[in-house]
Structures are given as structure tokens and as C-alpha cells.
DNA sequence: TATTGTTATACTCTATAACTATA
DNA sequence: TATAGTTATAGAGTATAACAATA
């Protein structure tokens, strides 16, 4: 049958028993079948919602338009930031990027690991000055022009009044948030 | 030192060599110091960044929002969805929020763990209809009233007419994708 | 044979705490 | 003492593959 005696453990701290399942009348979703339309209403009406569902279409477009180069949107995102301030610390990086010092450390060394970006030394011998490398400077011009296609996509998607809508609404969202 | 002998391992399959630091004359940034002003042109004009930061912005509020009720976006998003579905099976709503149906379970075990939907039986054997307990519905109808309060901050931030033009602009993304 | 729900497993992203070196 | 980078660890979200029950 469908229903298993084993129950998925709960990933918090103790086991959280799953009751079983009753039996209740079908209602008209189970006889109508055929993937009958299903209502949305609750959630699109919702900006939050709408925005979720732009920021998925727009990773999946983003890593398609990508996959060449292999750089997903935070990979992206950390190139230019270096490219634009060069010397820039972790510290500085991770805050603007709005995650935390450790959790910046396994994206950075990968991008290392692949001679994209050096950490170069700095007056103050706790920090690393991050750089891009002549490398890592070409790759990011190659990925530019891919992202520029990724917009126009969202541009067609969206149209042209409303792509400059949302970079002016948006835009409060750019700065700190 | 802030660099160390043993690097990070990279998490694919063989570990990756982590080239060590260079040495490279300070720029301006490091001489200016007291975190100058970081330049984030390169991505704030890109749509999909602010998007992405938008969508950061929803998230962070909508959870610091609905914490007295512990639900999070994606559980809010089912609890809707079932509610205005009564019925549905697993694999629909795993459709319709886009995750895969293994994915989908966890939440749904935590949810039903907590007595706020019932996994009832189907004309179909293999399926579950999906529905709230009374419960759940009282649960969600207090979650509804927190939302309103999280639009409405959103409509703060962005202007009455930003977020119109938001419902109107992102409605694309609502239906499928 | 195909589909639904489930389990096992794994990868990514992110966070916190503790550690080292530097300030 | 405080800060930057690192390590260890853990949790949440997601995916694929294989399986049993059912169609």
C-alpha cells in the first residue's frame, strides 16, 4: 500500500510520531481527475509569492544561460563585487553579500581552486585581499555577455516596461534591504 | 596567520588543491579602510539580483512574521494550497509548488505531525487526498491575517503603486513558469 | 508497464561556535 | 579584548534512484 508502517524521523530533535491516515468522502477534486485545474488564487494575490516564483524562474534561466561556464548566481555575484572593488576583504564581502564570514569560505575557495580570484595580502595581516585573476577577469567578461542574454530572457518574459518597472521598484531592495 | 596550512576540502569528489596567497600592492581600498562605500553597480542592475534580494527581503519577513505560528513560506504555501484544493494528492502539489514528490514528504510528515492536515484515503489507491484538520484551518486562518500584515509591509516598502505594479508585472511567473 | 508514495542518500546553502593569528 | 579567517558541525531544502503497492 501507499502508506508504510515507518514513518520519516522528523530532522529535529526527537522522533515526532506520524499518525495514520483516515477515510473521508472524495470530493469533486478526486472525481473530476485528469489534473483538474488547481486553485492558486490564495497564493498569487500574494506580491511575496509572486516574487519567489520570479526568483526560481530566474535561477533555473540564470544556471541554463550559465552552464557553460559553470557559475551559478553567487559564484556571479561574488566575481563582479571583486572585480568592481578589488582588495576587498572576506569580511566586507560576506556583509554585502548578506552571509556569514564562514559561509563565504567554500565559494571562495572553489573560485580559487579554479584560479578565478586570489587572496592576496593585505596591510592588515588578519585579512585577505581579494582579486580576480586575468583569468578570472575574462571568464566574468564571457559571463557578463551570458547574463545579459539570461536579462533580455527575463525582459521577453516580463516585457520591456515592465523590466524597467521592476528595477525601479525594486531598487529599494538593492542597498542594505 | 589568517592563512592556513590544511585548506577546505571542496565538497565534489577529489579534493581540490587551494593554491595559497600572493602578494600584491595595496589599491585604494584597502589605504580608504573604514569599510568604504562598496560599489554594487554591476548588480543592482540586474533584475534578477534584485529579485533575488527582494525575495531575501520576503523570506526574512515573512518568517520573523509568522514565528509565533512556526510556519515558514513553503509550509504556508501548502497549507493554502490543500485548503483551497481539498483532496489533492501528493504529486499535484508537488507540481504545483514545483518541488519534486520525494521533497515534498518531510514538510508534509512535520505538518501532519503537528494535526494540521490529514492524509485521507482516494478512490485511488496509491494516492492521498490531502486536507486540513479544523485545526489547520483555524491555524491557517490566523496565518492569513499575519500575511496581510507582511503584504502590508511590503507595500511599505515598495509604495502602494510599486506593489500594484508588481502583482501586475510578476503575474506571468504565478502560473506555471 | 506506469504511477504514487516512500526510503535512502547526497549535495548545496547557510548558520553558530570554537580556534588561530593578528590587531 | 576585538577582529578576520578558518574549521567543525549541524540543519533546512532539494534532488535522484530504487522500492512496494497499486493502477
Redo the contacts with the bound molecule.
Keep these: 500500500?501507499?502508506?508504510?508502517?515507518?514513518?520519516?524521523v522528523a530532522?529535529?530533535?526527537g522522533p515526532k510520531a506520524v499518525p495514520g491516515r483516515d477515510i473521508e468522502a472524495p470530493t469533486a477534486h478526486e472525481i473530476g481527475k485528469r489534473r483538474p485545474e488547481v486553485r492558486l488564487d490564495g497564493l498569487t494575490s500574494l506580491a511575496g509569492y509572486l516574487i519567489r516564483q520570479a526568483q526560481l524562474w530566474v535561477f533555473a534561466d540564470f544556471n541554463t544561460t550559465l552552464a557553460p561556464l559553470d557559475i551559478?548566481p553567487?559564484q556571479y555575484s561574488m566575481l563582479v563585487v571583486i572585480r568592481d572593488n578589488p582588495g576587498l576583504?572576506?569580511?566586507?564581502l560576506?556583509e554585502v553579500l548578506?552571509?556569514?564570514?564562514?559561509?563565504i569560505?567554500?565559494?571562495?575557495?572553489e573560485l580559487q581552486s579554479r584560479k578565478l580570484l586570489k587572496?592576496t595580502a593585505a596591510?592588515?595581516?588578519?585579512?585577505?585581499a581579494l582579486r580576480l585573476t586575468t583569468e578570472g577577469k575574462a571568464l566574468l567578461a564571457h559571463a557578463d555577455s551570458l547574463v545579459q542574454q539570461h536579462e533580455q530572457r527575463l525582459m521577453d518574459k516580463v516585457g520591456a516596461r515592465g523590466h524597467q518597472q521592476l528595477l525601479n521598484v525594486l531598487e529599494v531592495f538593492g542597498r542594505d534591504s
Tied chains: 1, 2.
Design positions: 500500500m501507499a502508506n508504510q508502517t515507518k514513518r520519516r530532522r529535529m530533535p551559478r553567487a576583504s572576506q569580511m566586507a560576506s548578506g552571509i556569514s564570514r564562514s559561509g569560505i567554500p565559494p571562495l575557495d587572496r596591510s592588515d595581516r588578519r585579512t585577505h
